[in-house]
């Protein structure tokens, strides 16, 4: 499986922005994927994250009110739709999957095989 994450960019803060992950290689019928970002000098950090199949959807604390996960199955991707973006968003976001459907421990990065490359978004205020 083969993850490509695109949509990051510089915007201004209180913008908006819109991150897909394609996925090749399989096409998913059940699984979950999810997003994670790592800022400059700091840990990598769940975001959310959705159950392929019931299309059940988690999110950190932080973001839920802001950010939303979404997924289109017959494009095999999954969507970060990121508004009112803070300078404190400026990250690396990466995407991730695995063929197991998590409905708890999705938000531990050890749980997912698969990663793509990340795409930067920086938030200017």
């Known amino acids: 499986v083969q993850l490509q994450a695109s949509g990051g960019g510089l915007v201004q803060a209180g913008g908006s922005l819109r991150l897909s992950c394609a996925a090749s290689?399989?096409?998913?019928?059940?699984?979950?994927m999810a997003w994670f970002r790592q800022a400059p000098g700091k840990e990598r950090y769940f975001l959310a994250a959705?159950?392929?199949?019931?299309?059940?959807?988690y999110y950190a604390d932080s973001v839920k009110d802001r950010f939303t996960i979404a997924r289109d199955s017959a494009k095999n991707t999954v969507y970060l739709f990121m508004n009112s973006l803070k300078p404190e968003d400026t990250a690396v976001y990466y995407c991730a999957a695995d063929t197991t459907t998590y409905y708890s421990n999705n938000m531990n990065e050890g749980a997912y095989r698969y990663w793509g490359q990340g795409t930067l978004v920086t938030v200017s205020s």
């Open positions: 290689g399989r096409t998913f019928s059940s699984g979950t």
């Open positions: 959705i159950t392929w199949r019931s299309v059940r959807t």
